[in-house]
């Protein structure tokens, strides 16, 4: 897995030819057990490194898009499968936990509804403040910026750019880790920003 | 290919599990040809893709540790290669041309020696003033900052900080296209910066 901004946060990615983007997933070290969010497949040498880092004790799924080998890597790992709560009726695959937002059961970790995206009920992390952790509605096509969903896969525009406003509130976020496309690891706080000044401009 | 902080550079990468980063290969799109800098092995959808872009005319090889597929590369799309003077009497691939700092045969690019690295003559390039793309010297173990090749791999350490305050004094680099680990796209100057006063503070 490669190094992120964080010790305790790692990535690893898969090439997704049809959009010329990562896929990416992260693996973080938390107290309690290590944490998997938006898991993509993992090679065996990456599987090792998160075994040698403390194993998985947790796979975080942010949204029914989102599943890609939780599945397989919850029974590699011996791992719990947490989803979102608000996509609990169709959800793709079992889990053992729901989460919502404001979610306390994550210490550190605090789990942010995203309204208006492609599914009902995605979630968004925020990791100690300083890192966002975002699944489909928050990207990176391109690097050194970022991009909300195209309006053609929102069920809500409008509540979509409320979400967006309300991460672009957090003045403590250094980096947004996407789950599609180039991660931000610094200023995550200004590109957060000038995503949402791009979107009310047009 | 990947996106990244212009719309006629693209990059494609491969990870390595000995660093746990990713190397990467850029691709430009250029008056006269495309060019490959650094290229890893490219996949059959990466090659389409720079095909549809124009192709390839020109490889440039900024260090003997950087050839990596280039060879393959320049038989694909028939091109020709561009390696480094200052390692020209032992370079491990024969090249058509050869590139020296200040080389002015490539409109937009300027070309940089970067004395103390791992080999002799490496070399890096900046493209219309806002883009650094570097070979070894210059790299990015963790995300949103710089790095230097360790002190064990330098052949000197004193030309190697002088080779990074050149850089660090470009003050219109706006992104880091590193060969290996993480491309800065924004604030480049700013990272070079920290980076040169890291070095110095040790």
Redesign the interface.
């Known amino acids: 897995?490669?190094?992120?901004?964080r010790p305790d946060i790692f990535t690893f990615?898969s090439?997704d030819?049809a959009r010329?983007?990562?896929f990416n997933g992260y693996y973080l070290i938390r107290d309690g057990g290590g944490l998997l969010v938006d898991p993509v497949p993992m090679?065996e040498?990456d599987r090792q490194?998160a075994s040698a880092l403390g194993g998985v004790s947790c796979i975080i799924v942010t949204n029914s898009d989102h599943v890609r080998d939780s599945l397989a890597l919850a029974r590699h790992f011996g791992a719990a499968i947490a989803g979102p709560a608000g996509e609990r009726s169709a959800f793709p695959i079992p889990c053992n936990r729901w989460l919502d937002a404001g979610n306390p059961s994550l210490p550190g970790i605090e789990v942010l509804a995203q309204r208006g995206s492609k599914t009902p009920g995605e979630l968004a992390l925020v990791v100690d403040e300083d890192t966002l952790i975002t699944g489909d509605l928050v990207r990176a096509?391109?690097?050194?910026?970022l991009d909300l969903l195209p309006d053609a896969k929102l069920r809500d525009r409008e509540a979509a750019l409320a979400s967006v406003h309300g991460l672009a509130e957090r003045a403590a976020v250094e980096?947004v880790l996407v789950g599609d496309g180039?991660?931000v690891?610094?200023?995550g706080h200004a590109r957060l920003q000038e995503l949402l000044q791009r979107l009310r401009a047009r």
Chains 1, 2 share one sequence.
Request: glycine share 12%; net charge positive.
């Open positions: 897995m490669k190094a992120t901004h990615s090439f030819a010329n983007l990562d090679s040498h490194h096509h391109g690097g050194g910026r980096a180039w991660p690891f610094r200023d």
